[in-house]
């Protein structure tokens, strides 16, 4: 029997359809409940076994079609990626070193979890590559251990966290929901998106779960669940972007049925009703000039795939 050389892991984006954010705690953390939503704009990371590098370390490269993306991945070892092959390689007596390779169409520093789903292929890949002997309730946990997002990519579908975001419990949902991203030039960093938060909403309330958001899921009710839409960060990246308040008009007057900011941002995400509304909306943002592009994708989708 041949050893399998390479394993390549399927990952999808996240948007978030709640993020509500709660005072900051003491370990500098935020009280979240965020629900998740896994939609189909996918990385691929492909990892292969280097008996040149030590056990559990790696060598990464990227590519994508967008080249300013690219360009803002880090290739270093503080690379999620590279730091979840690290972490799984320590209870991993077969472990050896690896070559990662990051095919990117997530949005780079987007606001989408990109480097979080990097993360969690990462994990599932490593674990395939040197004979799958983590169980999957230990690979959640060191997804937790390396980022709060990066337990709900191993999930997909829809899920709310809680904590600061990494507890995870499934959210039913009915149908398939439509999307349009505006990317924007340029990322923004989630800690100071986080610390605008804290200097704009001293007095945060504790967060609660949106339970309109979770009949409108239920339903599949794509108007409902666009009325529902609600984002904390939104403010705050507004106040560090003011230029993505154009990009949620264009996107309202073009008749999205909802609008936010994705995560922390800068993407923008819009809810459209179905496909033919999504083309036609993408085309407005693009024509706008408002924004960079405008990709179109649909969830909820599985989580981190052995492709
Ligand atoms: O968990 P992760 O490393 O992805 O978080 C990145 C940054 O986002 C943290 O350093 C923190 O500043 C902020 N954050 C937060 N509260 C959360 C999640 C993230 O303040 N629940």
């Known amino acids: ?7 390549t892991v399927r990952v999808p984006a996240k948007v978030n359809l709640q993020l509500a954010v709660g005072p900051a705690r003491d370990d500098g953390y935020h009280g979240l409940v965020n629900v998740f939503h896994a939609v189909s704009l996918f990385d691929e990371v492909t990892v292969s ?62 606001g989408m979890a990109g480097g979080s789903a990097d993360a969690a292929a990462a994990l599932v890949a490593c674990n395939t590559l040197w004979g799958g002997g983590v169980s999957r309730t230990r690979l ?20 709310v966290g809680t904590g600061r975001g ?24 989630t800690a100071e998106v986080f610390a605008e938060y804290d200097r704009l909403r001293p007095d945060a309330p504790q967060p609660r779960l949106d339970e309109e958001l979770v009949a409108a899921l239920a339903a599949g009710d794509a108007l409902r669940l666009g009325a529902a ?3 904390d960060l939104q403010r705050a990246a507004l106040s560090l972007r003011p230029g993505l308040g ?6 309202r007057d073009a008749g999205a049925l909802g609008a936010i900011v994705s995560g ?29 592009d405008a990709v179109i994708a649909h969830g909820p989708v599985p989580g981190a795939t052995v492709v």
């Open 229 to 231: 839409l609600g984002n």
């Open 1 to 7: 029997m041949n050893a399998t050389t390479a394993v």
């Open 49 to 110: 076994a280097a008996p040149d590098l030590r056990p559990g370390t790696a060598a990464l490269s990227v590519d994508g079609d967008r080249p300013d993306h690219v360009a803002r991945v880090p290739l270093d070892d503080g690379n999620l990626a590279a730091r979840a092959a690290a972490l799984l390689a320590r209870e991993t007596p077969t472990a050896t070193g690896v070559r990662i390779h990051l095919s990117k169409a997530i949005p780079v520093a987007g």
């Open 140 to 159: 959640l946990e060191l997804a937790a251990d390396l980022g709060s997002d990066v337990p709900f990519p191993l999930l997909g579908r829809t899920a």
């Open 246 to 251: 154009a990009v949620l008009d264009v996107g």
């Open 264 to 292: 922390s941002g800068p993407t923008c995400a819009f809810l459209v009703g179905s496909p033919d509304r999504a083309r036609e909306l993408a085309a407005a943002l693009r024509d706008s000039k408002e924004c960079a």
């Open 166 to 189: 990494e507890r995870l419990a499934p959210v039913p949902v009915r149908g398939t929901f439509h999307w349009v991203f505006a990317l924007a030039e340029g990322g923004l960093s």
